[in-house]
């Protein structure tokens, strides 16, 4: 079993930027594919970003590429989501997820195995 919680989450104005953390626990993850995704209130839960097992190759969805960046550090077993240039429209509960996989990027969320409780990022206008 793997334990994710999210931190990092808070409020900010158009233009900022806010840094998520997921912490892993339980086992590490450096065999594991893990995702970012949001969600809104009536919305389903989208995809953001990916990042392999590795830490060599990353994916972003199209709303959020060249803003937005994924790392890892399985050291510390910490998947991280830097967020610039923040909008309004990124105002969302934030998920991290991740599945065991040794290579690939998976964007739907029915592939991935365990879920953090998600973390708040509001962004005012």
């Known amino acids: 079993q793997v334990q994710l919680v999210e931190s990092g989450g808070g409020s900010v104005q158009a233009g900022g930027e806010l840094r998520l953390a997921c912490a892993a626990s339980g086992r590490t993850i450096s065999s594991y594919v893990m995702g970012w995704f949001r969600q809104t209130p009536g919305k389903e839960r989208e995809f953001v970003g990916g990042i392999n097992a590795s830490g060599s190759s990353q994916l972003y969805a199209d709303s959020v590429k060249g803003r937005f960046t994924i790392s890892r550090d399985n050291a510390e077993n910490t998947v991280y989501l830097q967020m610039n240039s923040l909008k309004p429209e990124d ?3 934030y998920y991290c997820a991740a599945r065991a996989a040794a290579r690939g ?3 739907t969320q029915r592939w991935y195995d365990y879920w953090g409780p998600g973390t708040q990022v ?3 206008s």
């Open 122 to 124: 509001t962004v005012s």
């Open 105 to 107: 990027i998976y964007i």
């Open 91 to 93: 105002t969302a509960v």
